[in-house]
């Protein structure tokens, strides 16, 4: 987001890396959802479990905020681009 901020003053392309960060967002996110559906029954979580869920809940909210961020950059710079 620095990068981001600084290329209003100084301009540049910065498509490339806002696309590495999304991708690694996305892999993260795909992760979580791996350990979500490997890790969890939601019907049936004890304690502990509960609240690791919770947690796992954050991240993969986090994570998609990520992404979908990305792709709202990404489309504006596209944008600027034409």
């Known amino acids: 987001m620095l990068r981001l901020r600084a290329s209003a003053s100084l301009g540049g392309d910065l498509r490339n890396e806002v ?37 796992l809940q954050w991240g993969l909210r986090l994570e998609q905020a990520r992404v979908d961020w990305a792709d709202s950059v990404l489309k504006q710079l596209d944008h600027e681009a034409d």
């Open 19 to 55: 696309k590495r960060h999304r991708d690694l967002h996305s892999a993260l996110l795909e992760e979580y959802r791996r350990v979500e559906q490997n890790d969890f029954d939601e019907n049936g979580l004890h304690f502990a479990a509960a609240r690791q869920y919770l947690v």
